[in-house]
């Protein structure tokens, strides 16, 4: 008994080349889509991601502007005096204890006046820190620098900032002799992230070295 004929499967429209050639069409398709769906999706939420952060650090740094021409305007934002401008004030009336660092490095203060931006300070170089006779070390008259730029900063930041010296400049003049020797720094530019301070110091009317100090400023705990 002969059965109904099987009908003839019907011929592909593709030859296996042609078949091989529509599927890697078809993938590269689909890895196209997937592409677009990334940058129409993730590239504008990173973006905005981005863009938040960089706001958030642009205010910061607009902020401390705002509060650092408050400094040298002659006063706080608050109206009150910082926990390092109340410092700066005992160090000039010489009713503060001389932390261990300062008479290790011998940067004893003998006089003090300061305003925001500026200070005036005289330190004695003692004999011992000569390598010549009558010739004061000059990585000593350095840490003078230093220090009196540090003076400047606690003039200015607030009690939640911290600053660290990154680069420090001395143009040697003359020879600094033991003794008194007069410390003047000003403020020259300041950001949120950075300041740079001039000091020159003087000794018997003359200046013996100059140098720029730059410190570098954030949030403690950063």
């Avoid at 005992?90 to 261990?100: K, M, R």
């Avoid at 992230?193 to 110091?201: G, I, K, N, P, T």
Wanted: proline residues 5%; charged residues 20%.
């Amino acid at each position: 008994m002969s059965g109904s004929p099987t009908p003839a499967a019907a011929p592909s429209r593709f030859l296996p080349t042609e078949r091989r050639a529509a599927a890697l069409v078809l993938g590269a398709a689909f890895v196209l889509l997937a592409d677009t769906s990334i940058v129409n999706v993730a590239v504008p939420s990173l973006q905005r991601d981005l863009g938040a952060a960089g706001r958030a650090e642009a205010s910061d740094r607009s902020l401390m502007t705002r509060k650092v021409a408050a400094y040298v305007d002659g006063s706080s934002p608050s109206g009150a005096l910082t926990m390092r401008q109340k410092m700066l004030d005992e160090i000039a009336a010489g009713g503060t204890p001389v932390p261990a660092y300062v008479a290790r490095l011998s940067l004893q203060v003998a006089t003090m006046e300061w305003h925001a931006g500026f200070v005036a300070v005289t330190f004695r170089i003692p004999d011992d820190l000569c390598v010549e006779p009558d010739v004061a070390f000059g990585g000593h008259v350095a840490g003078i620098h230093d220090q009196a730029a540090g003076f400047v900063l606690c003039g200015l930041l607030d009690d939640d900032m911290v600053f660290a010296t990154t680069r420090l400049d001395v143009r040697y003049l003359t020879v600094t002799r033991p003794g008194e020797v007069r410390a003047e720094a000003t403020l020259h530019t300041m950001n949120g992230r950075s300041a740079d301070v001039r000091v020159s110091l003087t000794q018997a009317g003359r200046v013996t070295s100059e140098s720029l100090v730059t410190e570098a400023i954030r949030k403690a705990g950063r």
